[in-house]
Structures are given as structure tokens and as C-alpha cells.
């Protein structure tokens, strides 16, 4: 077994940092890429073939995790101050 360490934090902050139209590919090929078997098992391809399709953005979307479109340095900081305090009351 391959474990493949991911560092989230570091690949939101560049998805903050990046143009809008590009923060679907970086959560796609960076954040996704290394479960692309699980997805497959669900049928959940990485890129649907036609826009706006059904995709693992879409499915994560539907499961209610914020659309890494909108990920913006606002929510972010929230996201990592939260991280960080509830880290500390462990």
C-alpha cells in the first residue's frame, strides 16, 4: 500500500490565490486526483465530459462541502482559524 500525504492547507491557499475560472481544476487534479479509484468505484468521473456535468466537484458539492469555486481568502481565514482552535481545545 502507497500513502500519498496530502497537504490541504497549502493546496487551498493556492486555490485562494488563483483566478476563479481555475480553483474546479486545482481541487480536481490536486485534492481529488489520489481517490480517483474510490470515485471511479461510485462512477464519479474526476471531469465530466460536457460542462457543468457531474463530476467529483459537483458530487462533493452535493455533499455539502463548500464549491471550491468560492474559496476565497475570507472563508479561508475562517476555515483555518477554526482548524487551529479546535486543534488547540484537544
Request: glycine fraction near 4%; charged fraction near 30%.
Amino acid at each position: 500500500m502507497n500513502i500519498k500525504l496530502i497537504r490541504s492547507d497549502t493546496i487551498y491557499k493556492k486555490m485562494m490565490n488563483a483566478p476563479k475560472e481555475k480553483r474546479d481544476d486545482i481541487y480536481r487534479y490536486e485534492i481529488m486526483k489520489p481517490f480517483e479509484f474510490k470515485w471511479s468505484c461510485y462512477n464519479v468521473p474526476l471531469k465530466s465530459p460536457q460542462k457543468g456535468g457531474y463530476d467529483v466537484v459537483m458530487a462533493s458539492n452535493m455533499l455539502g462541502y463548500l464549491a471550491p469555486s468560492e474559496v476565497n481568502k475570507k472563508k479561508g481565514k475562517y476555515r483555518f482559524n477554526f482548524k487551529r482552535k479546535f486543534m488547540e481545545n484537544l
